[in-house]
């Protein structure tokens, strides 16, 4: 089952006081943006993959897909966001 998030559950995770304008602004910086027709709510997914970019665990270009055109193993993407070899 496909899950979303709300702006307000978003803000409150990221430890914002809410939905404001700073939230707001941090959103569009790491290009985080709401599910097509459903303003307000956001995939969690895109979250994650947004923070791990921001964080330098996932280069852009790998990010979406890998150099074979397959997808990026999930399993190593786990293993870069916890600095695990």
Request: proline share 6%; charged share 25%; no cysteine.
């Amino acid at each position: 089952m496909l899950e979303l998030i709300s702006t307000e559950e978003l803000a409150k995770q990221m430890r914002y006081s809410g939905a404001n304008s700073a939230f707001r602004e941090w959103l569009v910086s790491l290009r985080i943006t709401p599910v097509p027709g459903r303003k307000g709510y956001y995939d969690p997914a895109l979250v994650r993959r947004r923070l791990d970019e921001a964080q330098g665990l996932l280069p852009h270009a790998i990010a979406e897909q890998s150099h074979e055109g397959q997808p990026v193993d999930l399993v190593a993407q786990r293993r870069a966001r916890r600095g695990a070899n």
